[in-house]
């Protein structure tokens, strides 16, 4: 694999904990392998470093305290082992996507018109902190087309018959 990785290191004030749960959230948003307490990862690419680099920013603004790193893991098998991490995590959020596709498809049109707008854009928030794709993937793209397919079948089949929305 040999991966390089952007690395921070942090330390929050512990009040206001508001601080330290908006960090989290980034942190979550960005898809990070926590590697310790205080200590995250991501693939390393222009896209990331900045992303982090604006987190550890906004870290010292608050009083806290935070590093940058370079780094690439000491062996193939942690390697493997942050990215398979990273993967479950992903392919947790793909499966949840998958059963709310299911449930949706059952829905009432205007319900499963609102719930593939919701799914879609859980993909692309997916896909953005996606860096190591699980089979999941591909399932949960294809629940959300099937879901599309059978709103646009809906939509066509009350226009033609002449229903109103």
Same mark, same amino acid.
């Given at each position: 694999m040999?991966?390089?990785?952007?690395?921070?290191?942090?330390?929050?004030?512990?009040?206001?904990?508001?601080?330290?749960i908006?960090?989290?959230?980034?942190?979550?948003?960005l898809g990070?392998?926590?590697?310790?307490?205080g200590?995250v990862?991501?693939?390393?690419?222009?896209?990331?470093?900045?992303?982090?680099d604006?987190?550890a920013?906004?870290?010292?603004?608050?009083?806290?305290?935070?590093?940058?790193?370079?780094?690439?893991?000491?062996?193939?098998?942690?390697e493997?082992?942050?990215a398979?991490?990273?993967? #479950?995590a /992903?392919? *947790?959020?793909?499966? +949840? =996507?998958?059963?709310?596709?299911?449930?949706a498809?059952? $829905?009432r049109a @205007?319900?499963?018109?609102?719930?593939l707008?919701?799914?879609?854009?859980?993909?692309r928030?997916?896909?953005?902190r996606?860096y190591f794709?699980? #089979?999941? /993937?591909? *399932?949960?793209?294809? +629940? =959300?087309?099937?879901?599309a397919?059978?709103?646009a079948? $809906?939509?066509a @089949?009350?226009?033609?018959s002449?229903?109103?929305?």
């Amino acid at each position: 694999m040999a991966e390089r990785w952007v690395l921070l290191a942090y330390r929050i004030p512990r009040q206001p904990s508001t601080l330290r749960i908006t960090i989290w959230r980034k942190l979550d948003r960005l898809g990070v392998a926590r590697l310790g307490d205080g200590l995250v990862a991501l693939p390393a690419d222009a896209r990331t470093r900045e992303q982090i680099d604006w987190i550890a920013e906004e870290i010292g603004e608050m009083g806290g305290s935070s590093t940058v790193w370079l780094a690439a893991a000491g062996s193939a098998a942690q390697e493997k082992a942050i990215a398979a991490e990273m993967r #479950a995590a /992903r392919a *947790a959020e793909y499966r +949840a =996507v998958i059963e709310q596709a299911a449930t949706a498809a059952g $829905a009432r049109a @205007g319900e499963r018109s609102r719930a593939l707008k919701r799914l879609q854009a859980e993909l692309r928030r997916i896909g953005r902190r996606d860096y190591f794709p699980p #089979a999941e /993937r591909e *399932a949960a793209q294809q +629940a =959300v087309r099937a879901l599309a397919e059978a709103d646009a079948d $809906a939509e066509a @089949g009350t226009r033609t018959s002449g229903g109103a929305r």
